[in-house]
């Protein structure tokens, strides 16, 4: 993953500090947000690479944050995973629906995570 840009948002921080810290080992440049507003205010200052969000988070929700962002421009064709504790089929079925390329169960096990960058990206 060595260079890849991956901006992370969870509002969680022991789930997003253990995400960052596993996909930062493996040489990607991990920026970190707590909510999708401070997300989309990263992207206005780097384009990233990869998103990985959560969906259940405070005020905008992931399915919001991933609605705004294919409305953008530049952000338009970031590929993007949904990262969550919603795992039915209706959940993931609404998170490609709302734009995400892929839908991640919580808790997500390390070598997953990796995979789901490097696919993301096009690193496979």
């Avoid at 890849?4 to 948002?9: C, E, F, K, Y």
């Avoid at 960052?20 to 040489?27: A, D, H, I, Y």
């Avoid at 705004?68 to 338009?76: I, K, N, T």
Wanted: net charge negative; aromatic share 2%.
């Amino acid at each position: 993953l060595e260079h890849v840009r991956v901006l992370l948002v969870d509002d969680d921080p022991d789930t997003r500090g253990m995400m960052e810290t596993v996909l930062s080992q493996r040489g990607a440049r991990v920026t970190a947000a707590s909510s999708a507003a401070e997300a989309l205010a990263c992207v206005d200052r780097e384009t990233p690479d990869v998103l990985l969000s959560d969906i259940g988070m405070p005020g905008m929700d992931g399915y919001a944050l991933i609605r705004e962002l294919r409305e953008r421009p530049g952000a338009r064709a970031i590929p993007a995973a949904a990262l969550t504790a919603y795992a039915h089929a209706d959940d993931r079925g609404q998170a490609i629906a709302a734009g995400y390329q892929l839908h991640v169960a919580k808790p997500v096990e390390p070598a997953e995570l990796v995979a789901v960058v490097a696919s993301l990206a096009g690193r496979t």
